[in-house]
């Protein structure tokens, strides 16, 4: 099980698209700050161990404000926790601060929203946000640590995508993250300048796709449903967590499971019911859907795919090829594990027809 834990609100960008404006309110309100203590974490860490969590995810707000960062981290190890980290990744642009972290085998998320400054920037609000960003990627993939990115969409950087995503292969990043933005806090508040329309990103989201096949980099999209994704379906990236049971702690909300939860805060409508998707796919946000209505979604024709078809999770293979098993990296296998057909663009084996997994995928 993945505890996901909120290491409280503060963050020095404050993004356009950053969902948690609302509950940092909410907190300054209810508590006078956006932060928890120390022992509160540790109490955490302990009661989220003891509930059976595997890995432990700290987020934030910005998790690297927090002083007592490296200590929390050291106690999620020494419980045997693996530990991810979501971050903006200014603050490791100091070579030190990313170098305090070596060895706890943690595995680092880092959003970055454009390939150009300005755009970037704009994006935060925070000038000089970009040069910290990218220096602190520079410092992670140079000091080993294993590190995605991830870029949130808005009407701000939706044609930079691809440039973007080339940027990520110029300093080595290789697996990519791209969320479709949520209208909740600052996304909510100014919609109508932040939130676009799929019709609008698909052409670059698609282009983004195809760019990562060919160039053998690993990209996976979030709320971004199936039928927006023809032809490109196995990169959505509620496939792969869809099975995975994740916890979400908030500071001043219970502990909840965030699958249900996510899934309650997504719209379907009703012709998603002749859909060949519809049992897998979660659909977009539910505020998208009340602001645009169901248009845009085509239910796909087709054999229905569902989960229960066998064999769908047989379970994760591993085997070693490419330039990541040069570096002694686990990749996954590419091929039907029914028929050892290649997988390439369809969500089932294009020869077999079986459903493979997401853990098929690299
Ligand atoms: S189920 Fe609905 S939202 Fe999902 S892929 Fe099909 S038509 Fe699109």
């Given at each position: 099980m993945i505890s996901d834990i909120k290491l409280?609100?503060?963050?020095n960008n404050d993004c356009i698209?950053?969902?948690i404006a609302d509950q940092r309110d909410a907190a300054l309100e209810l508590r006078g700050n956006t932060d928890r203590s120390t022992e509160e974490y540790r109490q955490e860490l302990l009661a989220c161990r003891a509930r059976g969590a595997t890995d432990v995810v700290f987020t934030g707000g910005?998790?690297?404000?927090?002083?007592d960062l490296l200590s929390l981290a050291e106690l999620a190890r020494s419980l045997g926790l693996r530990i991810s980290m979501q971050s903006n990744?200014?603050?490791?642009?100091d070579r030190a601060l990313a170098e305090?972290?070596?060895?706890?085998d943690i595995s680092y998320l880092i959003a970055l929203h454009s390939c150009t400054a300005d755009r970037h920037d704009a994006i935060t609000r925070a000038r000089g946000s970009f040069e910290e960003t990218v220096a602190g990627i520079e410092n992670l993939l140079a000091l080993g640590q294993k590190l995605s990115t991830k870029v949130v969409l808005s009407k701000k950087n939706v044609t930079d995508l691809v440039p973007t995503v080339r940027l990520f292969e110029r300093i080595g990043v290789e697996h990519i993250g791209v969320a479709f933005p949520h209208a909740q806090g600052n996304a909510g508040r100014d919609f109508d300048r932040v939130v676009p329309r799929y019709t609008e990103v698909l052409p670059h989201v698609h282009r983004a796709a195809a760019h990562c096949r060919r160039a053998g980099l690993e990209i996976r999209f979030e709320a971004v449903p199936l039928c927006m994704m023809?032809?490109?379906?196995?990169?959505?990236g509620e496939l792969e967590v869809q099975d995975i049971p994740t916890e979400l702690s908030q500071l001043d909300f219970q502990t909840y499971d965030w699958n249900t939860v996510r899934k309650r805060l997504k719209a379907k409508f009703?012709?998603?019911?002749?859909?060949?998707y519809d049992a897998v796919c979660e659909g977009p946000w539910r505020e998208y859907a009340e602001r645009?209505?169901?248009?845009e979604f085509v239910p796909a024709r087709g054999p229905p795919v569902g989960?229960?078809?066998?064999?769908?999770?047989a379970g994760r293979r591993t085997v070693r090829t490419g330039r990541r098993a040069a570096r002694g990296e686990k990749v996954n296998r590419?091929?039907?594990?029914?028929?050892?057909a290649p997988l390439t663009?369809?969500?089932?084996?294009?020869?077999?027809g079986y459903l493979p997994c997401c853990h098929d995928q690299p």
């Open positions: 409280g609100y503060r963050c698209h950053c969902v910005e998790p690297t404000l927090r002083d990744g200014r603050r490791f642009s305090a972290f070596v060895g706890l023809r032809g490109f379906e196995l990169h959505v009703s012709q998603c019911r002749t859909c060949r645009f209505g169901s248009r989960w229960s078809l066998p064999g769908a999770h590419t091929t039907c594990r029914a028929c050892g663009t369809q969500l089932t084996c294009g020869r077999c």
